[in-house]
């Protein structure tokens, strides 16, 4: 799906920079363009980043103590 209209930024582009190690949304901004023209996408991408970001983190937690999460 496309976020950002006016440069093409799709939430896959997003998610992608956030697995290649952007860990905010400033950090997103700079990698992809996105929010940078009219600013219209700018809710939407920030709360794709802060929800990717989120499942990472949880993930990471999932890996580093399995045991923790598998009891939930």
Do not use: W
């Not at 956030?18 to 991408?45: D, L």
């Not at 990472?56 to 103590?65: E, M």
């Amino acid at each position: 799906m496309y976020v950002c209209l006016c440069l093409g930024v799709t939430d896959h582009q997003i998610r992608d920079a956030i697995y290649e190690g952007c860990c905010s949304y400033r950090q997103v901004r700079e990698a992809t363009g996105v929010g940078t023209q009219c600013g219209k996408c700018a809710c939407e991408a920030k709360n794709l980043v802060r929800h990717t970001i989120h499942d990472v983190h949880q993930a990471q937690l999932a890996l580093a103590h399995p045991a923790a999460f598998a009891a939930a």
